[in-house]
T-cell receptor
Framework: GQSLEQPSEVTAVEGAIVQINCTYQ??????LSWYQQHDGGAPTFLSYNALDGLEETGRFSSFLSRSDSYGYLLLQELQMKDSASYFC??????????FGSGTKLNVKP | DAGITQSPRHKVTETGTPVTLRCHQTENHRYMYWYRQDPGHGLRLIHYSYGVKDTDKGEVSDGYSVSRSKTEDFLLTLESATSSQTSVYFCAITRTGSINEQFFGPGTRLTVL
């Protein structure tokens, strides 16, 4: 089987930096993805890490350590519109994706 | 936007009735997926398809069946709906050559009374 652990909820202030961690246990691991979902909406892709290290896309960065089965999503210069749920997901063999239960980010003024 | 539509968008049905949800894509991608999303559980894979008539089970496939007779359509059927299948159902695709990124449809909210 597989498991992904991420915090259920995080609160931060507008303009701050927040890190959302994800630890995973799985076989056939290919990479780790992050998705954002606003209330009532569909998940949208943010980033993907197949190799160890940091990937940066604008205000968002994602990190992966394959040896530690660990990754995180870093959001900088938080804005109110970043209030959403964030999901980590592992890509396994046979093109299967498995999602964590999500982290609800509350951004306060 | 990957040209994914789902129908119906909302449905209320009674326990024991059959229900079919449709996912349609306009870009002829090979891989299609069905997920359900419930509070506290994130997205859980029900079934997926890697081509016409080629499907496989996900982590929560009991009580669900799928069919894919055309590249553009992936159908999810609840043979006899139960209240535990009340959920939001999302269809997703991965684009050929970009398998690490999933694109999701708008979702179907299903309520089983």
């Amino acid at each position: 089987g597989q498991s992904l652990e991420q915090p259920s909820e995080v609160t931060a202030v507008e303009g701050a930096i927040v890190q959302i961690n994800c630890t995973y246990q799985t076989s056939g691991f290919y990479g780790l993805s992050w998705y954002q979902q606003h209330d009532g909406g569909a998940p949208t892709f943010l980033s993907y890490n197949a190799l160890d290290g940091l990937e940066e896309t604008g205000r968002f960065s994602s990190f992966l350590s394959r040896s530690d089965s660990y990754g995180y999503l870093l959001l900088q210069e938080l804005q109110m519109k970043d209030s959403a749920s964030y999901f980590c997901a592992v890509l396994r063999n046979f093109n299967k994706f498995y999602f964590g239960s999500g982290t609800k980010l509350n951004v306060k003024p | 936007d990957a040209g994914i539509t789902q129908s119906p968008r909302h449905k209320v049905t009674e326990t024991g009735t059959p229900v079919t949800l449709r996912c349609h894509q306009t870009e002829n991608h090979r891989y299609m997926y069905w997920y359900r999303q419930d509070p506290g559980h994130g997205l859980r894979l029900i079934h997926y398809s890697y081509g016409v008539k080629d499907t496989d089970k996900g982590e929560v496939s009991d009580g669900y069946s799928v069919s894919r007779s055309k590249t553009e359509d992936f159908l999810l059927t609840l043979e006899s709906a139960t209240s535990s299948q009340t959920s939001v159902y999302f269809c997703a695709i991965t684009r050929t050559g970009s398998i690490n990124e999933q694109f999701f449809g708008p979702g179907t909210r299903l309520t089983v009374l």
